[in-house]
C-alpha cells in the first residue's frame, strides 16, 4: 500500500509541477501598435487597372510570395503593403504596357488565423481588421469549461521568423496568428 501511495503521490506531483510550468516560461507577446499590413501567402488582392480590364481583378498571393498577373508575369508581394505594392504593378506596367497607368490595389481577403485547444470549435477561421483574442474566441464558439481564460499562446510570423508569446484577451489577433486556449489546471 505505501508504494501505491507514493507512486501516486509523485505522479500528482509531477502533474501539478507540468501544469505550473506551462505558458508562464513563454515570453509575453508585444501588443506593439498597429504598423501597416504586410501582404503574406493566403493573402487575396483586388487588383484595378483602368487601361486593361483583363488585367483587373482578384489574385492570391502565391505559397511563393509573389501575386502572377496576366502579361506582367509574377511580382513580389511577400512583406510588402499594399502601397509598395501598387507601386511595383505601376512601374512594370509603365515600363513595358502603358505610358501612366492608374493603378489600385486593396486587400479583399486576408490569410486566415487559427485557433486550437479549449474552444468549442478549433480551427481555421477568416481574419477581421481590428479582432482581439477575446473575439477570435468568440468567433470558435467561446471557452470550453475546462480552459484557461486570462492569457492564452499566440505564435505569429514577423518578418519572415516565427515569435511565440503569451497574450490577453485584448492582445490585437493578426492574420496568420495561431493561438491556443490553455486548460486549467483544476
Known amino acids: 500500500?505505501?508504494?501505491?501511495?507514493?507512486?501516486?503521490?509523485?505522479?500528482?506531483?509531477?502533474?501539478?509541477?507540468?501544469?505550473?510550468?506551462g505558458a508562464e516560461r513563454i515570453a509575453p507577446l508585444a501588443n506593439k501598435p498597429e504598423?501597416?499590413?504586410r501582404l503574406d501567402s493566403g493573402?487575396?488582392?483586388?487588383?484595378?487597372?483602368?487601361?486593361?480590364?483583363?488585367?483587373?481583378?482578384?489574385?492570391?498571393?502565391?505559397d511563393a510570395g509573389t501575386?502572377?498577373?496576366?502579361?506582367?508575369?509574377?511580382?513580389?508581394?511577400?512583406?510588402?503593403?499594399?502601397?509598395?505594392?501598387?507601386?511595383?504593378?505601376?512601374?512594370?506596367?509603365?515600363?513595358?504596357?502603358?505610358?501612366?497607368?492608374?493603378?489600385s490595389v486593396e486587400v479583399k481577403s486576408f490569410r486566415p488565423f487559427f485557433i486550437l485547444g479549449s474552444v468549442a470549435r478549433p480551427g481555421q477561421y477568416p481574419y477581421q481588421p481590428g479582432m482581439t483574442v477575446l473575439t477570435a474566441v468568440a468567433v470558435a464558439g467561446g471557452f470550453t469549461v475546462r480552459a484557461r481564460t486570462d492569457e492564452v499562446s499566440i505564435v505569429r510570423t514577423v518578418d519572415?521568423?516565427?515569435?511565440?508569446?503569451?497574450?490577453?484577451?485584448?492582445?490585437?489577433?493578426?492574420?496568420?496568428?495561431?493561438?491556443?486556449?490553455?486548460?486549467?489546471?483544476f
Open 160 to 185: 519572415g521568423k516565427s515569435e511565440e508569446g503569451v497574450a490577453q484577451r485584448s492582445t490585437q489577433v493578426r492574420p496568420g496568428d495561431v493561438i491556443y486556449v490553455f486548460d486549467r489546471v
Open 35 to 37: 504598423e501597416a499590413y
Open 1 to 21: 500500500m505505501g508504494q501505491k501511495f507514493r507512486t501516486l503521490v509523485a505522479a500528482a506531483m509531477a502533474l501539478l509541477l507540468a501544469a505550473c510550468t
Open 67 to 103: 501575386v502572377s498577373l496576366p502579361l506582367v508575369g509574377p511580382i513580389p508581394a511577400r512583406g510588402q503593403t499594399v502601397p509598395d505594392l501598387e507601386r511595383a504593378i505601376f512601374a512594370r506596367l509603365q515600363k513595358d504596357y502603358f505610358e501612366k497607368p492608374n493603378v
Open 43 to 62: 493573402d487575396t488582392i483586388r487588383l484595378i487597372v483602368l487601361e486593361s480590364q483583363p488585367m483587373s481583378g482578384e489574385y492570391t498571393v502565391s
